[in-house]
């Protein structure tokens, strides 16, 4: 009895250390920032969020950024459909790259999308993407962080995946 309990400690010793290496106790950081706005080079995708074409799309976009045929961060524009799209499945994004410089040549297929805001709610998040808190934990932070600061917000985001431990997420401010 003390050996399966002495076992279960050190399990869970060992579990909560791994948790604590990969960030699982940082605090999400929500802050105002300037911003000089997107040119993201992608591809759009509308549909069910657990899909085959998804998936193809995600990782098309990658292999571009991992071989150099585009420089830049990662980037996922979430946008916001009405009812209940979400809670069905359904998705509507863009995966791209943002853009490091202007020079580079757009692959066949993908597109240009940019992103002009001026102001923007940025949710920092520094922890493996195991870890992470939830996407409602970090809608909730930054809806609260607008809401302190009389700020309106736009409907998508903007997921930024900097590295494996850092994403930001931004929400652009509706400019009055």
Same mark, same amino acid.
């Given at each position: 009895?003390? !050996? ?10 060992? @579990? ?6 990969? /960030? /699982? ?18 591809? %759009? *995708?509308?549909?069910? *969020?657990?899909?085959?074409? @998804? ?8 292999? !571009?950024?991992? !071989? ?9 524009? &979430? ?5 209940? #799209? @979400?809670? &069905?499945?359904? $998705?509507?994004?863009? $995966?791209?790259?943002? @853009?490091?410089? #202007?020079?580079?040549? =757009? ?7 940019? =992103? ?7 949710? $920092? =998040?520094?922890? %493996? &993407? ?7 934990? =970090?809608?909730?932070?930054? /809806? ?5 600061? &009389? ?6 985001? $903007?997921?930024?995946?900097? #590295? ?13």
């Amino acid at each position: 009895m003390i !050996k399966k309990g002495l076992i279960i400690i050190a399990a869970l010793t060992v @579990l909560g250390s791994i948790y604590v290496f990969l /960030g /699982g106790i940082d605090d999400v950081v929500v802050v105002k920032k300037k911003s000089e706005g997107y040119e993201i080079v992608g591809k %759009h *995708y509308e549909g069910r *969020y657990r899909s085959e074409e @998804l998936e193809q799309t995600y990782f098309e976009v990658k292999e !571009k950024l991992e !071989k150099g045929q585009l420089e830049g961060d990662l980037v996922v524009l &979430n946008y916001v459909l009405g009812g209940d #799209s @979400l809670e &069905n499945g359904f $998705i509507r994004q863009f $995966i791209g790259v943002d @853009l490091q410089t #202007s020079n580079q040549t =757009i692959p066949d297929g993908f597109r240009l999308q940019s =992103i002009n805001n001026k102001m923007s709610i940025a949710a $920092i =998040i520094s922890a %493996h &993407n195991l870890v992470m808190p939830s996407p409602s934990t =970090i809608d909730t932070k930054i /809806g609260k962080f607008a809401k302190a600061n &009389n700020l309106e917000l736009v409907n998508y985001t $903007i997921e930024r995946y900097v #590295s494996d431990r850092e994403l930001i997420i931004e929400v652009p401010v509706v400019e009055k």
